[in-house]
């Protein structure tokens, strides 16, 4: 056994992603490295004499590794690496919130591309232009929500309208978020029975009467409604 894993670790050592990763390549890999965007950017930033812009071109052609370029290695095109980063809304976020020189208009549009991205672009990228993020977070309740909650020159009532075209982020965002309209949340919770039930259980100034019709056609929350909302 001792023997076998002796031979898959020499098979390890010798592999160009292992070595790359490791410190261990030299420049005769230089041909080989270029052949995946990952090995593109260890080589360049392990190996000396690589060449930079052949290295940064094979990054390139992965938005991941391009945002690692920029990151890492001296002498990076940042415009060019930002261009590939921003095929992807997760790594134009990262791009514009951590490297140095990031055109932030530029990775915003891409970035508002996915709530997600558009939510913590408004959160975290001092220059974000909060009204655009807005727009593109609202697009998905739980974003938001999370939008309202959390980010400072949110409007309430945009982000409420995006909140509440689902039951549960209705209910969510009344319980929570200053300034909620509870009657306009309580219509979109009451759209589905569990959340009408949570709504009249939790939200002060719920409309108990509607909440229960809303109930009313499934049993199981009808009879719970009964037996604990007065």
């Known amino acids: ?15 160009l992603g292992y070595r790359l990763k490791n410190g261990l390549a030299t420049i005769a890999d230089e041909e080989e490295a270029f052949k995946k965007p990952e090995w593109a950017y260890y080589f360049a930033i392990n190996v000396k004499g690589a060449d930079i812009k052949k290295c940064e071109e094979v990054a390139c052609k992965d938005p991941k590794w391009a945002y690692n370029f920029a990151m890492d290695v001296t002498g990076a095109d940042i415009k060019k690496c930002e261009e590939a980063a921003s095929k992807e809304p997760i790594y134009a976020y990262y791009f514009a919130s951590e490297v140095k020189g990031a055109d932030i208009r530029r990775c915003e549009e891409a970035a508002c591309k996915y709530p997600e991205w558009a939510y913590y672009f408004a959160k975290c990228v001092k220059e974000a ?102």
């Open 129 to 230: 232009d909060i009204r655009k993020c807005e727009e593109a977070a609202c697009k998905a309740p739980g974003w938001a929500y999370n939008f309202a909650l959390d980010i400072k020159g949110a409007d309430i009532k945009k982000c409420e309208e995006g909140a509440c075209k689902d039951p549960y982020w209705a209910y969510v965002f009344a319980m929570e978020v200053k300034g909620a309209d509870i009657r306009r949340c309580e219509e979109g919770a009451c759209k589905e029975p569990r959340c009408a039930y949570c709504f009249a259980r939790d939200v002060k100034g719920a409309d108990i009467e509607k909440c229960r019709k809303a109930v009313a056609l499934d049993d199981d929350w009808a009879k719970r409604f009964a037996e604990d909302i007065r």
């Open 1 to 15: 056994m001792m023997k076998l894993l002796e031979k898959s670790a020499e098979e390890i050592e010798q592999t």
